[in-house]
């Protein structure tokens, strides 16, 4: 057993190995003095200096980290929520609900966000004449609805990953907890969510994943405000990706690094 | 279980107030449909400085985003930046508006060749932003032969060393000028003679690449091209090795243009925009960062020699070069033409 | 407690007929359902009877060309078109990575599952992170290493490993592995769900019993494990089939996915209700493989 554990270990060594290695490559380009090829032409801090006076790209940068936070928090609980109600009863229709969770994964991008694109237009002008009644805001493309586009494919795959932990649960897991007087609600916090939460994160992670880098049903949905990294890095590939694309895919990854390793001293501190 | 709490109650919060966030109300300024990376920031930066016009600027990577959006209604802009053929499609379907050209004095800057285009004769609707074309590049280091037109590159000898444009309509418009035809020749009877032409080629052709083909040849995978002469441009700018040439059959030229839309809100900020861009000094700004050919003629008074001596951006002599016409519903069957080919 | 091995078939035996409150519960995600997945598939559906006119708009007139199309030959009248060709070619790229994702990615989610509790989450946001980088951005950094003028072959020439550049991007072998790159973590993640909640005990008894490894796994560990690798596999396969990019950037688009043609639709051809009919027929094909094969499932 425990050299079947070893070699997993090993295996897995490797595999991040695989994962990381476009990656190290990457930041190391993003130092290197030449725009293109593969050559070392010298040590620079040019493309950093570069990407920080570039207003649009962090701006795009910034809207991508919400949007994405605001997916994944929605994808999350709708998974979520959704895979436990479908688990825990027996809902009529319920082969077709769990068939059209997965539309949003199968249908092309393309279709999703012109589809969702004509929806939200028809929609707008009904919704903004109601609205015009107590508010100054107008329905537009925007935030909103790029958010909404992204958790409608998101969600599925949380929900998929939380069906998966509920398959062959305890049936007595949650009974147990009502038996000792608390309410269904409560209880559903206090076992079932802890109970999932591996499977909620995996969920999470990958919706947040998945909003990040989506391109083209952000393109059709998206505003002139909530321009998206994606689209701009996109969009930079016709000229050629310069190295202060690597520099800001850098500067998120060496950033997220250093929030995982912080979160892990705090806990051991919490300890 | 307090954090998940606060998540939830987030989560419906930001679903609840989504609406209101959506957009707030459409500001007075210059809503901006352009192509990514081709309008410069600093030219956006000096236009709102100059006359205080705020600029919300949203990118697409192609013509045809641009107009499925455009046509889905979604989002009302002010400025586009088609492509030739889409301005004739837009303007035969009533979709764009006429420009007020004494808002534009300026346009006296454009070169006399640039005006009165086929696809806009009188000037009503567009006016250019940059021109290119669409031709052969070559790695003179890997390829000792000459290579003259699109002849040359098929012949066989440079059997998947080959990149070219994965766009279905270019591909089939060098198969008709290699056969003789305008690019715009396109019938059921010409799209029946390019197959086994296109037959012929296409498994020589080793990637397809609209985004960024220079990549291929830059790394060595493929020794010719068939790409933007923007692309060229770069390439040449890297290395000399990379040499432009524009096929001798005929070629395709591009005029990308400023247009805007019917019912758009800020029309006159919109034509202030594209006097301030025809100002030869800040054309200047968009040539250096795009190495296309600048229609502008005071503007390229200003340019270096080193940019007007680059052959992609200022082709030599007298090359036969034609605009594409909007074929509207042949698009289809180019596609299905093409599909069919590379499907098999 | 036992946990029996989990029969598929059975229903956990609290489900119950939903109330007032499970209704209610339920309703954002039917709602949501309803509004942004039903209704555009509805007007996709319209769509696809429909015909395009000189501009690309949609024109309401009721045809079956578009149908017709994908599924009769134009030249020879008969059945099976190019679009048939290039549907089971995305099929099958997709069923060959979601195979070697699940070879490669298991015994990761198995390390990351039974590793110290404190250790696991850390482990899983390795996994993600670098996929938060841009596609593009590690794309293109794939295609420096496997160039032919790339670090890949200068490193094999350096080391006079091989004396001529190996050509190694623009082939199907690039493909695959962009594939199996892009999506090993989608394998990863919901297999190690399963995994983490692998009671020791279950494994340790096997073994008290005299089972060896291969039979312990083959018995206990695999069908604990099950829903975990079901998930993972939904996860890539679906997705897979309709991806376009990795065949275009490290492929050379040479061979044509059924993404790529929808999205040339769309863009290029300008002819929406054709790819709206082949969107469609790509989804309805699912949705009967999908409900025909949950049966015995009974996932949800």
């Known amino acids: 057993m425990a050299l079947i554990n070893w070699l997993c270990g090993g295996w897995t060594a490797l595999i991040f190995a695989f994962l990381y290695l476009p990656i190290l490559l990457l930041i190391v380009y993003s130092f290197n003095a030449t725009d293109f090829g593969v050559s070392w032409a010298g040590f620079t801090f040019d493309w950093y200096k570069k990407l920080w006076s570039n207003a649009p790209l962090i701006e795009a940068l910034k809207n991508s980290l919400i949007i994405a936070s605001i997916t994944t928090v929605l994808s999350v609980f709708l998974g979520t929520s959704g895979a436990w109600l479908l688990h825990r009863y027996r809902f009529p229709l319920l082969k077709t609900v769990g068939t059209l969770i997965f539309v949003p994964m199968v249908i092309p991008e393309i279709i999703m966000g012109v589809s969702l694109l004509i929806f939200f237009t028809v929609i707008s002008a009904p919704l903004n004449n109601w609205l015009a009644h107590f508010s100054e805001a107008e329905f537009g493309l925007g935030y909103a609805t790029v958010i909404i586009a992204h958790t409608t494919f998101c969600f599925p795959f949380v929900l998929v990953a939380v069906q998966a932990r509920l398959a062959g649960v305890d049936p007595f897991l949650e009974e147990a907890a009502l038996d000792l007087g608390a309410p269904p609600l409560k209880a559903f916090f206090l076992v079932m969510v802890p109970y999932l939460l591996p499977a909620i994160v995996s969920g999470g992670l990958m919706a947040f994943t998945l909003s990040m880098d989506e391109y083209i049903v952000t393109i059709f949905t998206t505003g002139p405000e909530s321009q998206t990294l994606t689209i701009k890095i996109f969009g930079m590939a016709k000229k050629g990706l310069d190295p202060s694309l690597n520099a800001i895919s850098t500067v998120f990854v060496l950033a997220t690094a250093a929030l995982v390793v912080l979160a892990e001293m705090v806990r051991k501190i919490n300890r | 279980m307090k954090t998940i709490r606060l998540l939830f109650a987030f989560a419906l919060l930001g679903i609840l107030a989504a609406p209101l966030h959506a957009a707030p109300k459409k500001k007075a300024g210059l809503n901006l449909f352009c192509w990514s990376e081709y309008v410069p920031q600093e030219v956006i930066d000096g236009f709102t400085k100059e006359t205080g016009i705020k600029v919300n600027v949203e990118n697409y990577a192609s013509n045809e985003e641009m107009l499925a959006k455009l046509l889905a209604g979604g989002a009302k802009y002010d400025l586009i930046q088609p492509s030739e053929y889409t301005i004739e499609a837009l303007a035969k379907a009533d979709k764009l508006e006429e420009l007020n050209l004494a808002n534009i004095p300026n346009i006296k800057n454009l070169a006399p060749e640039f005006t009165k285009m086929p696809h806009d004769p009188d000037g009503k609707y567009s006016v250019p932003w940059m021109a290119g074309s669409v031709g052969i590049v070559v790695n003179t280091a890997k390829v000792k032969t000459p290579v003259k037109g699109y002849k040359d590159v098929f012949d066989g000898s440079h059997k998947k060393r080959i990149v070219v444009l994965n766009d279905n309509r270019e591909i089939v418009s060098w198969a008709l000028s290699f056969l003789d035809h305008s690019v715009n020749d396109i019938t059921p ?145 180019i596609d299905k033409l093409v599909t069919d080919l590379k499907g098999k | 407690m036992i946990a029996t091995t989990p029969v598929a078939s059975e229903a956990p035996s609290n489900q119950r007929r939903p109330g007032f409150l499970g209704w209610l519960l339920m309703a954002p995600m039917l709602l949501w359902l309803v509004a942004f997945v039903v209704v555009p598939t509805a007007i996709l559906f319209v769509y696809s009877f429909c015909q395009r006119d000189e501009l690309g708009q949609v024109v309401y007139q009721f045809s079956w060309e578009n149908y017709r199309r994908i599924f009769i030959d134009s030249d020879t009248g008969q059945f099976g078109t190019v679009y048939w060709t290039i549907s089971l070619r995305s099929v099958i790229y997709a069923a060959l990575t979601t195979g070697v994702c699940l070879l490669f990615g298991y015994p990761v989610a198995w390390f990351i599952g039974r590793a110290p509790e404190r250790r696991r989450n850390l482990l899983l946001t390795l996994v993600m992170i670098p996929f938060w980088t841009s596609f593009l951005v590690r794309t293109y950094a794939w295609i420096t290493i496997l160039s032919t003028e790339g670090l890949l072959n200068s490193f094999l020439q350096y080391t006079h490993l091989i004396s001529e550049p190996f050509e190694m991007l623009y082939t199907p072998g690039a493909v695959v592995l962009g594939l199996i790159y892009n999506y090993l973590p989608f394998l990863i993640l919901p297999v190690y769900g399963s995994v983490e909640k692998l009671d020791n005990t279950l494994i340790e008894a096997s073994f008290d019993l005299g089972a060896g490894p291969l039979r312990t796994f083959q018995r206990v560990i695999l069908p604990l494990t099950w829903p975990g690798i079901v998930a993972g596999i939904l996860l890539v396969f679906i997705p897979a089939i309709g991806m376009f990019g990795i065949t275009q950037l490290m492929g050379g688009g040479i061979q044509p996915t059924i993404g790529e043609v929808i999205q040339n639709q769309f863009l290029q051809a300008r002819d929406a209700p054709f790819g709206a009919a082949l969107g469609m027929t790509l989804v309805v094909l699912f949705i009967v493989v999908f409900w025909f094969t949950s049966r015995r499932q009974r996932i949800a």
């Open chain 2, 189 to 333: 009877e010409t799209l029946e003679k390019v197959k086994p032409v296109l037959k012929e080629w296409l498994p020589q052709v080793k990637v397809y690449d609209s985004d960024s083909p220079k990549t291929a040849l830059l790394n060595g995978d493929v020794d010719l091209g068939i790409v933007w002469s923007g692309e060229a441009a770069i390439l040449f700018k890297k290395n000399k090795k990379f040499q432009y040439v524009l096929p001798s059959e005929h070629a395709h030229r591009f005029i990308d243009s400023l247009a805007i839309p019917k019912g758009a809100a800020n029309k006159e900020n919109a034509e202030k925009f594209i006097n301030y861009i025809l100002k030869p000094e800040v054309s200047v700004k968009i040539s250096e960062a795009f190495p296309y050919t600048n229609p502008n003629a005071e503007a390229r008074k200003l340019l270096s020699k080193a940019q007007l001596e680059n052959p992609a951006s200022y082709p030599p002599g007298d090359p036969k070069l034609e605009t594409f016409n909007d074929i509207g519903k042949l698009a289809k069957d």
